[in-house]
C-alpha cells in the first residue's frame, strides 16, 4: 500500500452512495500509515495524510456538485490548513459562505458532512458566512488563530479572497494585539505544566518545549511578516540556519512520536502515558526491552524539548521586542563583558564565553548582580553555541572550574536564577558526568512526578526558599538555613541525593561514594564531607522513620536519634526530607505529613537534650498534654472529676500520641454521650481538632470487622486513611482514631462531608460481621504498574509486633489486610497508613489472640495469607 495507489482508489469511485469503497480507503490509509512508521521519515507521512485527505475531501465535494454552488467555499483551517495531519489528528474544516445559505444548501452540506463521519474521518466543521467568521474571530484568539493557517481546498476562489481581505483590515487582530495574546496563552500553558516538559507523562503537543511552542512560533511570523516558510525568519534574521535547522529536526523528532503515539492509541492522544510508553518505544525501534528502551526513548525527548525550549525562548523574545516596538529604556554597564536592557543580561561583543570557566563566572556575574531577571536572546545564542563547543570534556576537569563551582555554591544569590540557568541550559550536566547521567530519567511510579535531574532541581529550589523572607509556611526550615554556617554543605548533599539512580544498585549509597569523591576534588574539608556523605546516604531515613514506624514508641525515637548523633545532623536532614518530598510530587505534601516530621524532629531533639532518654520526653509530653487538654475542658464548663474518672480508663500512651486539642474534644464528645451499654456506638468527626487532617473517631464495644468495615467504607467513598490509632480502654471499649484525607491528598474541611462520612460508618458498623462491598476502581495508570507485595516482621520492646507491608495501592487494600488479621485472631493496635504513588507502605502493630508478639510460625503463616489475598 502506498499514498500512490490510495489516491488512485479515489479517482476510481464515481458515487457518493458507495460508502464502504470510502470505507476502505480511509482503513487502508491507516494500513498504510501503521507500516511506514517503521522507515523513521515521518514529515512524508504527516504531509502525506493531509494529500490523501485533500483528495478525498475534492472527489466527494465534486460528486455532491457543491463546487457549483455560487459563494460557497470549503476551506482547511488549524493543523490541516498547514497541511500536515497525524494519524488521528482532527480534519478541521470551514465552510465559508458569501452570504447566508439557503435551507438547501444547509441540507447538502449537511449530508457531506454527515457522510465524511461515516466514512470514518475525524471531523471538525463549521459553517460560517464571511461576516460571522470575521466577528467570532475578532472575538476569539483561537479561532483568529486558526485562520491564520486557512487554505481552500475546493469552491468558490472569491470568497475565500474576500475572507482574507477581512482579517487583513484595520478593524482586525493587529500583529501587536496577536502577538500579546499568543504570548500571554503560552505563558498560561507553561504554567499549567508547571513550567516544565519534564513530567513523566508529558503531552508531546502541548508541554513546554513540545509541538505548540513550535506552532507558536510560527503563528506570530505568518501574522506579522507574512511568512509562509520558516526560512523567512532566517532572511530577518531571526534565526541563523543552523538554528532553523535544528527547529526543523527536532519538529521531526516531537513528530515521529506523536505519530507513534496515535498509532499505539487508536486514537487522538497526544499524552505519552505510561499506557503506551513501551510499545512507542518499540514501534519507533529503541528495542523491546521494556523500561530500559523507555528510558533512551524519553532521554532523547527531554533532550529535544529542552532545545526547542531554548529557540521558543529566544525568537518569542526577539518578537516581543521588534513587533511591539520595544526600544530599551534602561541600558547599565555590568562589565566589559555584559550589560543589562532592561533586566535582560546581554553580551556586549561575539564570543564572551571562550572557556568552560568563562561560563562559571557569568553565573558569578549573575549572581553578583540580583538586576538580572533572564537572559538577553543574544546571550541565549552565545551559550547554547559555547555550550557545544565545550562538549568534549568535563568542566570537573579543569582546576579552575572546580574552584568557581564552590564560589558559586557558597553565593547566598547564586540558587536563585543562577541555579536555573546552569540546569535548564545544560550547564550543569557539563560540568559533572553523574549529572548528566540523571538528566531525563524517568522514574516508572506515580510517586514521582518528575525526571531525577528535574526533581532535584525543584529540591534545591525549595531549600533556597527555606531562607527567603518571603517563606512564611516553613518558619523552622527558614531558621535552620538562616543560622547554617555553611549552607553549601546542605546544597551539596542536595545536589548529589538521587545522583546514583539508574545504576543497578542503592542509589543513596552510590550517591554518598559519588559525593565524597566530588568533595576531595573541590577541597572540602573533611568534617564537612562527613556531613554531605551522610546526608546523602541518609536522605530517605527521616520520612522513612516519620512515614512508616511507631514514632511514639521510646525505642523507635532512640534508634534514630543514636543513627542522627547531633543537633547538627538533625537540622541538616529535617530540611532536606522536607524539601525532598514536596520536589517529588506538588499532591504528596500534606499537613499529615508535615505533622509527622515535625513530631519526630521535635522528640528527636528532646531525646538529643536527655542524652537519648527519650521516656523522660515522652513523660513530660503526657503532663503537658493532659495539663493543657484539662485546662481547656475546665474552661468550657466540664466536670474535673467525670474527666478524671474517664481518663483512667486510657493508657499514658493515649496522651503521648494526641496533641490537648484532641483530648478534649475526644473527652467532651464521648462523656456528653454516656457511653454504658454494650451496644453503644458512637462516631464522631471535626475537621478542626487535627493539624495532621480531618479525624474520625469512632467508640464503642469491640465488634467484628470494625477495622475492615470502616476502611472499606472510607475506600469506597474516595477518603484515604493516612494515620490509625486503634485503643483498647481499661473497661472493655474500643477507641480508634482515623486521620483522613480526599483520595487526591486533599484535606477535608466540608462539614456536609465530614458528616456524610460519619453517617456513612455508623451504618454500616450497625451491621455487625456484616463485609463491605467497596466498588471502587482502580485507575487506569495503576493498571500498567506491578508492586509485587513484600512484608516484614519488628520486634518491640512491648508486646507486639511490627508488621511492615509493602503492596499495589489497589481499592479495599486496607479492609483486606485487616481480614487476614480477623481469620488468624490476631489483633490490631495501630495502623500507619503512607501511600506513596502507586504503592501503599504500611506499618500496623499487631498481637496474638493472647496478647505477646507474633510467634515465628504466626509470622509465616500471616505472610502467606497476605501475599495470597493482595498479589
Known sequence: MSLQSLLSQIKLINSIDNIAAYKTIVANSYEWLDSELGTGEVTGLVLGRATLVDALLRHIWQLMDLHKEPHLALIAVGGYGRGQLQPHSDIDLLLLSKKLLSKQQQERISRFITLLWD???????????????????????????????????????????????????????????????????????????????????????????????????????????????????????????????????????????????????????????????????????????GKASVERMMKSFFRTVRRISELNKMLMQRFSQDVLNLNVKQQTNI????????????????????????????????????????????????????????????????????????????????????????HKHGILQAYIPEWDHIVGMMQFDLFHAYTVDEHTHRLVKNIYHYS?????????????????????????????????????????????????EFCRHHGINAIDTELIRWLVESHLLMSVVAQRRDIYDPTVINEFAQAVRTHNNLNHLYVLTLADIRATNDNLWNDWKATLLRELYLLTQKALDNGLECKVALQDRISEHQSKAMASMLDNGMNETQILQFWKRLSGDYFARFKPTQIAWHANLILAAHPMTDEFLLVGTSANTSKAGAELIVYGKDRSMMFAQIASVLDSRNCSIHDAQIMRTQDGFMFDSFIIFEHNGDRITSESRLDSLRDAVETQLNKPGEKHINRRKMSRQMKQLDVKTKIRFYPSQTNVTLVELEALDAPGLLANISEQFIALNFKLHQAKISTIGERAEDLFIVSNEFDQPLTQAEQVQLKKRLCEALD
Open 119 to 289: 466514512i470514518g474521518l475525524d471531523v471538525g466543521q463549521s459553517v460560517r458566512t464571511i461576516k460571522e467568521t470575521f466577528l467570532l474571530a475578532k472575538q476569539d484568539v483561537t479561532i483568529a488563530t486558526n485562520l491564520v493557517e486557512a487554505r481552500l481546498l475546493s469552491g468558490c476562489q472569491a470568497t475565500f479572497e474576500g475572507l482574507q481581505d477581512k482579517l487583513s483590515s484595520r478593524g482586525y487582530w493587529s500583529s501587536k494585539d496577536f502577538f500579546l495574546a499568543k504570548y500571554q496563552e503560552q505563558k498560561q500553558r507553561h504554567r499549567k505544566f508547571k513550567d516544565t516538559s519534564y513530567n513523566l507523562e508529558p503531552n508531546v503537543k502541548e508541554s513546554p518545549g513540545c509541538l505548540r511552542d513550535i506552532q507558536s512560533i510560527g503563528w506570530v511570523a505568518k501574522k506579522h511578516f507574512n511568512a509562509t516558510d520558516g526560512k523567512d525568519l532566517v532572511a530577518h534574521g531571526y534565526f541563523n540556519q543552523q538554528e532553523f535547522d535544528e527547529l526543523i529536526e527536532c519538529r521531526e523528532n516531537l513528530w515521529r512520536i506523536r505519530f507513534a503515539l496515535h498509532i499505539v492509541a487508536g486514537r487522538s492522544e497526544n499524552r505519552l502515558l505510561f499506557d503506551y510508553q513501551t510499545d512507542v518505544a518499540m514501534r519507533l525501534g529503541y528495542g523491546d526491552e
Open 335 to 422: 562589565n566589559t563583558d555584559f550589560e543589562l536592557l532592561d533586566g535582560y543580561i546581554a553580551p556586549t561583543k561575539e564570543n564572551v564565553f571562550g572557556s568552560p570557566e568563562a561560563i562559571l563566572q557569568f553565573l558569578l556575574l549573575i549572581a553578583d548582580t540580583p538586576q538580572v531577571e533572564d537572559l538577553h536572546s543574544s546571550c541565549l545564542r552565545q551559550l547554547r553555541l559555547a555550550r557545544r563547543k565545550f562538549r568534549k570534556q568535563y568542566y570537573v576537569e579543569r582546576i579552575a572550574c572546580r574552584e568557581l563551582l564552590l564560589q558559586l555554591a557558597q553565593h547566598p544569590n547564586f540558587f536563585a536564577l543562577g541555579w536555573d540557568i546552569m
Open 468 to 516: 527567603q523572607p518571603d517563606n512564611k509556611e516553613f518558619p523552622r526550615c527558614g531558621n535552620i538555613v538562616k543560622n547554617l554556617d555553611k549552607p553549601e554543605v546542605l546544597y551539596i548533599a542536595a545536589i548529589y541525593h538521587d545522583i546514583g539512580k539508574g545504576r543497578n544498585g542503592d542509589h543513596s549509597k552510590l550517591g554518598a561514594i559519588d559525593v565524597k
